[in-house]
Structures are given as C-alpha cells and as structure tokens.
C-alpha cells in the first residue's frame, strides 16, 4: 500500500499518467517497401561522327522486407538497343526472395551468381564507368537458382549456388545441367582480403577467377591531427585502393 501510494504521488507530481500493465505492445512492422532507381547518361564523341548522347543504363525497382526474416527485391532495366534505330526494351534483372538469419542466408529466384568481386559489387559503387573487361568475359552474370551464403565473423565469407545455367530470364533448363558457382573470400590482415570464384557448368565448362582487394579506410589527416569526416559525408572513405583480379575459363 505505501509503495502504490508513493507511485501514485511521484506520477501526480510529474505529471504522467501511469501506463497500464495490460497495454499491449505495437508490434514490429513485417512489411516494408522502398523504390530504388538509377539512370546513367553517357556522352561519346567519335571521329566523322560527332558527340553522341546515350542512356547507358535506366533501371526501376521496388524492395522491402517481409515477415519470419524474409526480403526481396525487383529491378527492371531498359536495355539498351542493339541498332542504332531499336528502341529500349524493359528487361527484367533481379526478381527474388532471401532469407536472413545472421551468419546465415538463402536466396531463391533471378539475382546475380557469386563469381568475382568487381561483378557482386553494385555498378554504383564502382569508380569506373563499366567494368573491367576480364570481369564481363568471365563472370557468369546472372542466373535464376538457389544460393546459400554465410558470414565467418569478419574473417572469411562463402557462397554456393546451384543455377540453370541458361542466363537470365530463360524460364526453363533445356539440357537439366545445372550451373554451380562458388566463391569464398578470406580478410588476411584488415587492410587485405583475397578469394577466390569457381563455376562449372557441365564436364566440358570451367571458370575459376582469383582477386585481391587492398584498402585504407579513414579520413584525411593534416598536419598530424585526425580530422573526422563532416556530416555530409560518407562514413568510410577510401584513401588507398588497390584491385586486382584475373581468372581462366
């Protein structure tokens, strides 16, 4: 009895009305969604052409989360025309559902198979306008399967898939061979990581590609004083980078 009417007191005096014990909790939201866009110009100047301006890339696309750790992602792109007088036609690029449940995840649909670094890393986050050449000749692009991927700490990560092998958008497997790609990356000292990718694709097709990635993250110093990184900016800046990757078919 004292101990009630000292609550009471306290929540008079502070003016709060005591929450109720039997006042359920709103519960986590289970579905989320977000559009996701990119369009990339490209301006090119030939010679007895003149300049030309291009869309190199114009994609639209929805993802989000779904309930019991699920997520997924949809991403159409307008493709770019083989002539000179074709106009784009929309191509569907990712199309998929994952499941997450830390170290581990599952991905089921059309996603991008795990074959090299530089082509897992999102076109956005590349310095270079395209690609390396080597990483388009080698690496298996897209594909529709099923992958599994787990996270070793910060230390080590590695993916398997087994995939049609047909490319993407093809709804059906028309010799029941089946693509298998993997790809583990260990991180040896904090500044380098280094891994490797392998796809075999029946007795007769097999790629392997090795890769290296050095990088310095930080912000600038002066004058031997650490200055942070403004507001605006990204939290991880790259000071030093190196990339190198090869590979065999």
């Excluded at 929309?90 to 530089?118: C, H, M, N, V």
């Excluded at 082509?119 to 690496?139: K, Q, Y």
């Excluded at 507001?231 to 090869?246: D, I, K, N, Q, Y």
Aim: net charge positive; proline share 7%.
């Amino acid at each position: 009895m004292i101990l009630g009417s000292l609550a009471g007191v306290v929540s008079k005096a502070s003016g709060q009305t005591p929450a109720s014990p039997r006042t359920p909790l709103a519960p986590p939201p289970s579905f989320g969604a977000q559009g996701t866009g990119l369009c990339q110009a490209r301006e090119t100047w030939q010679e007895h052409i003149g300049a030309i301006a291009t869309i190199n890339r114009a994609r639209v696309g929805i993802e989000g989360t779904l309930p019991n750790r699920f997520s997924y992602r949809v991403l159409v792109e307008m493709e770019v025309p083989a002539g000179a007088k074709s106009p784009a036609t929309p191509s569907l690029r990712d199309a998929y559902i994952r499941w997450s449940r830390a170290p581990w995840s599952i991905w089921a649909g059309q996603y991008k198979t795990p074959f090299s670094r530089e082509f897992v890393t999102s076109i956005t986050a590349i310095e270079t306008a395209d690609r390396a050449t080597v990483v388009d000749s080698l690496a298996t692009k897209r594909d529709i399967g099923v992958m599994g991927d787990v996270a070793i700490g910060p230390y080590a990560t590695i993916a398997l898939g087994v995939f049609n092998g047909e490319g993407q958008n093809a709804s059906t497997n028309r010799d029941s061979t089946v693509l298998l790609v993997s790809r583990a990356t260990t991180r040896i000292i904090p500044q380098l990581t280094v891994g490797g990718s392998f796809a075999r694709f029946g007795p007769d097709s097999l790629r392997y590609g090795a890769e290296a990635s050095v990088e310095q993250v930080g912000t600038p110093a002066a004058r031997g004083v650490h200055r942070p990184a403004p507001s605006w900016a990204s939290a991880r800046t790259t000071t030093a980078g190196l990339r190198w990757a090869a590979g065999a078919r």
